[in-house]
């Protein structure tokens, strides 16, 4: 009897092991993971690739005679302010751009250490969801520190967009002042466009952050969807509150639609403009479109050039419509005063109120920008006046998109206000519990 050992159980850790390995047991693993387990991956699996990939993109586009070979004496002239690091170069801050300036090289980097932590995200989501098909980790905890790191990592996402389109602002002022010093000789100014951006790993990572976010919210959505009457729900919300969440939809898809047209500053050495024979009468050519989301994010690019004389050829680049951005946190205002007015959370004739100002505000800053535009149109037109020149056609203008908006409020006020002021049912009934 004493020679009689008991059998040892097998650890934890050996048996998921084992069951991984066994056969069957990947598909197992594809199981406990599910649909959004498996986004989650391939999402970090595509940011982390994202980084082997340019993130940042610079370059000159110049059709004006002072950039040709002749006169610059440099056949890759252009090529010298082009450039596409990769994402581990922005992290490390190892990218550096030499360009030529008036009085020497410039030497400028960029850096956005920041991204290091989208990289880190990157690798938790590959690490985690398959922890938690292993039973490693508690489920719930889990899958909300999952959509924490997605959200943290989609507003780094967004704030480097921001930062690599206001990137190389010294090689940018020096490129101006070499560019107007040689074309000195002819008497006016050279007209050009140096852009930076984002390049295709941002896209990616972007794309493949929001995938793996909007995986978890319609996770969450459906979860809630399942606890929430949508006939309580649309009767709750009355016509006020459907009218300021159609309104608010309306007005976030909107701002995607062309709201700015300027002049096309790369359409040949006039920058979208055209001088007759007789050097008087300047037509305005060829235009540019611009969505409101870019035209707020990226303000006022095209140079006022006129007669020898450029006023902005040193800043190409004008922040003046950063007002937009209040445009579309309005929409989503309309659409969380909906939300809140479904869900019984709150009173319809405050809901009603908000909505109105709300509206009011969305109207009001649409107006202010379409005042911006027409006092752009009028100084671009004095310019060209002092120069003795007399300029035909729309240099700046809003386009299709923004009359859809101005609209959208508009009929989105005269509505909540009108049943705000006659105590129309959806402003005084009681809200139905869900």
């Given at each position: 009897?004493?020679?009689?050992?008991?059998?040892?159980?097998?650890?934890p850790?050996?048996?998921?092991?084992?069951?991984?390995?066994?056969?069957?047991?990947?598909?197992?693993?594809?199981k406990?993971?599910?649909?959004?387990?498996?986004?989650?991956?391939?999402?970090?699996?595509?940011?982390?690739?994202?980084?082997?990939l340019?993130?940042?993109?610079?370059?000159?586009?110049?059709?004006?005679?002072?950039?040709?070979?002749?006169?610059?004496?440099?056949?890759?002239?252009?090529?010298?302010?082009?450039?596409?690091?990769?994402?581990?170069?922005?992290?490390?801050?190892?990218?550096?751009?030499?360009?030529?300036?008036?009085i020497?090289?410039?030497?400028?980097?960029?850096?956005?250490?920041?991204?290091?932590?989208?990289?880190?995200?990157?690798?938790?989501?590959?690490?985690?969801?398959?922890?938690?098909?292993?039973?490693?980790?508690?489920?719930?905890?889990?899958?909300?520190?999952?959509?924490?790191?997605?959200?943290?990592?989609?507003?780094?996402?967004?704030g480097?967009?921001?930062?690599?389109?206001?990137?190389?602002?010294?090689?940018?002022?020096?490129?101006?002042?070499?560019l107007?010093?040689?074309?000195?000789?002819?008497?006016?100014?050279?007209?050009?466009?140096?852009?930076?951006?984002p390049?295709?790993?941002?896209?990616?990572?972007?794309?493949?952050?929001?995938?793996?976010?909007?995986?978890?919210?319609?996770?969450?959505?459906?979860?809630?969807?399942r606890?929430?009457?949508?006939g309580?729900?649309?009767?709750?919300?009355?016509?006020?509150?459907?009218?300021?969440?159609?309104?608010?939809?309306?007005?976030?898809?909107?701002?995607?639609?062309?709201?700015?047209?300027?002049?096309?500053?790369?359409?040949?050495?006039?920058?979208?403009?055209?001088?007759?024979?007789?050097?008087?009468?300047?037509?305005?050519?060829?235009?540019a479109?611009?969505?409101?989301?870019?035209?707020?994010?990226?303000?006022?690019?095209?140079p006022?050039?006129?007669?020898?004389?450029?006023?902005?050829?040193?800043?190409p680049?004008?922040?003046?419509?950063?007002?937009l951005?209040?445009v579309?946190?309005?929409?989503?205002?309309?659409v969380?005063?909906?939300?809140?007015?479904g869900?019984?959370?709150?009173?319809?004739?405050?809901?009603?109120?908000?909505?109105?100002?709300?509206?009011?505000?969305?109207?009001?800053?649409?107006?202010?920008?379409?005042?911006?535009?027409q006092?752009?149109?009028?100084?671009?037109?004095?310019?060209?006046?002092?120069?003795?020149?007399?300029?035909?056609?729309?240099?700046?203008?809003?386009?299709?998109?923004?009359?859809?908006?101005?609209?959208?409020?508009?009929?989105a006020?005269?509505?909540?206000?009108?049943?705000?002021?006659?105590?129309?049912?959806?402003?005084?009934?009681?809200?139905?519990?869900?």
């Amino acid at each position: 009897m004493s020679n009689i050992k008991p059998q040892q159980p097998a650890a934890p850790a050996q048996a998921s092991v084992q069951a991984a390995a066994a056969p069957g047991g990947s598909n197992r693993l594809l199981k406990s993971l599910g649909l959004p387990g498996l986004l989650w991956m391939l999402a970090g699996l595509l940011v982390c690739g994202s980084f082997f990939l340019p993130w940042f993109s610079s370059s000159l586009v110049c059709n004006d005679p002072v950039c040709s070979p002749t006169t610059i004496k440099d056949a890759h002239f252009l090529s010298h302010y082009a450039a596409a690091p990769t994402g581990f170069s922005i992290a490390s801050g190892t990218f550096a751009l030499d360009t030529k300036g008036p009085i020497g090289p410039i030497h400028e980097g960029f850096s956005f250490l920041l991204l290091w932590l989208v990289f880190l995200a990157g690798l938790l989501l590959i690490a985690l969801p398959l922890l938690l098909a292993l039973r490693k980790m508690d489920a719930q905890r889990t899958r909300v520190f999952l959509l924490a790191l997605g959200l943290l990592a989609l507003i780094i996402e967004v704030g480097y967009g921001v930062s690599a389109a206001l990137a190389l602002s010294q090689t940018k002022t020096g490129l101006a002042a070499l560019l107007n010093g040689l074309a000195l000789s002819s008497k006016r100014e050279a007209v050009f466009a140096f852009s930076t951006g984002p390049a295709g790993g941002f896209w990616l990572a972007l794309v493949a952050t929001l995938v793996a976010v909007g995986a978890r919210v319609y996770a969450l959505a459906s979860a809630a969807g399942r606890s929430l009457d949508a006939g309580i729900f649309w009767r709750n919300l009355g016509l006020a509150g459907q009218a300021a969440l159609v309104a608010g939809l309306a007005l976030v898809v909107a701002f995607f639609l062309p709201w700015f047209s300027t002049p096309d500053p790369t359409a040949g050495p006039g920058g979208g403009y055209t001088l007759a024979t007789n050097k008087q009468v300047v037509t305005v050519a060829q235009t540019a479109t611009a969505s409101g989301w870019n035209t707020a994010a990226n303000g006022l690019q095209t140079p006022l050039f006129a007669g020898g004389q450029c006023s902005a050829c040193l800043s190409p680049h004008i922040s003046i419509f950063l007002a937009l951005w209040l445009v579309p946190l309005a929409a989503l205002g309309l659409v969380a005063i909906a939300w809140l007015l479904g869900r019984g959370r709150l009173w319809r004739r405050m809901a009603a109120i908000l909505a109105c100002v709300t509206c009011l505000v969305a109207l009001a800053l649409e107006t202010f920008f379409l005042l911006e535009v027409q006092s752009l149109q009028s100084y671009d037109q004095q310019v060209f006046q002092s120069a003795g020149q007399q300029l035909t056609g729309t240099a700046y203008s809003v386009t299709w998109g923004f009359w859809v908006a101005l609209a959208v409020s508009g009929v989105a006020l005269l509505l909540s206000g009108f049943l705000l002021l006659q105590r129309h049912k959806s402003v005084t009934g009681m809200p139905a519990i869900p």
